[in-house]
């Protein structure tokens, strides 16, 4: 196998309560890369796609992520990488993640698997810490593992795979105004009420145990947010707005994905996330704002090979 | 069915990382009471053994808690309550909360169970809050329920039942000191920083999935408090040395339990529960400070009838 084409997906980060630890994955959206195997050693990034980014490695995300696990390994061969984006960078849907996990899955497919999944995660921090200017693997972790995730710790790394209710389906509007993640962090208090930290545990703990039971109700009353959301809401125009129809509409909860600016909502069944999806376009559609939005089941697969020769 | 003796379980709230909302619920130490219903109307307690408490139901948290739910259903009889007290006032195991919950638990068995184990917790909250000047449910959602539970939320009163995996056992310490738990309250910060709070719900998270999924290693692994117990710690003598030696002995974790001066350790299996209950003994064997010191599997039944009549 000398050439793998992988789907490395989009994913929401935080998940309202658990900001910094949680993530979840998404289906319908996600970038494509091709990964080869080169006789030249070093790793080149040879076609970019869809927007316009850094060929240098050094400089791009999935670059990044690849050198450092080529350079730990020290393979006898290097790699070429193509890259197919279709998350926009600074959507907030864990575009560098998607890129910075892409390559060293693909590597690693190629090379016969010397790598656990959490190990490939580590190499991708490099690569994420390029674009958010911090090291988090809230993104990375959902995008390698699928489902829902929950980053214990970051330095050691540990990863936990929660269980995800089968009916559960995401929602995501992205209005297209720019957010830089690392401004997003800066207006983040240093100190939080010890009321809502304990208001925010209790969430993520039910959050945890709601999806361990399948208990939808539960996850509802679990996705709030008293910390971050305040703060971060109001970067994004409309964004209260567009959390009041989602819950009217029927979702079991809405929020920032991210540092956003997109927004996400998750719903029981895939009929209440497409009204979720209406009413968001319809609040936007009044806008000069351009979006997109998206509409997927939680994929518990995350990464994968398309197709490999 | 005119009387009925009960077993109303001690308990450890917070449990490390989830200050104010986890707790879990002991075997081998607990009160029993007496609940006899009366043609005279009213509350009366007639009967306290084991420590000095009072005898009008008003001051009484038992008295308190059964006048609650008395002149909420208004029934046609009154009750006379003898209480068996064998959890010392202040330990920092619910002493507070088996007598909150066992008057209400008892009425209701002899009534008929009018209502459910989170309506009477309900009732209990007002008796707890005789003592600890706050109405918190921690102590009395594992006593009321067994095993772990969360307490989402005390207002509405929302109770979880987690999973307890099946070779899990508790050590207490009691070192007999005096700790109010409204002054333990007064210590701490009211503002926490945000860094340390993420620290502690991703520990809650994680603690939820471990004992979802009988992961012992992450279990002890989220056995952290970053939070409350650096502040509280300094009131119990010899807190550090008793933690250090429960890990030694192989403990998954050690922590205040409640507000203290109770230590707690959580271990795999009764023989490593046994052996930190021998390292803690040490420690305090070689004080001044009387001590008693308890090994429990931990109890998924909670509170429960002895026998009726």
Redesign the interface.
Known sequence: MNEIKIFSPATVANVS??????GFCLNSVGDEMVIRKTSEKGIKIIRIEGFDLPFEAEKNVAGVSALAMYNTLKPDCGFEIEIYKFIKPGSGIGSSAASAVGSVFGMNELLGKPYNRTELTEFSIKGEALASKCEHADNLAPAMFGGFT????VCPL?I?Q?PTPHHLYATIIHPQIEIKTAESRAI???????QD?????????????GL?TSNYE?IK??LHDV?VEPHRSQFIPNFDEVKNEALVAGALGCGISGSGPSIFALSEGFDTAKKVEAEMKKIFSNTDIAFETYVSKINTEGIKVLSSK
Chains 1, 2 share one sequence.
């Open positions: 309560c658990g900001f910094d630890v949680l929950l980053v214990k710790s540990e936990l929660i983040l208090p240093k100190e939080v009420p010890l930290a304990i208001t925010q545990w209790a969430n993520v703990g039910s959050l945890i145990h361990h539960l009353s679990s910390i």
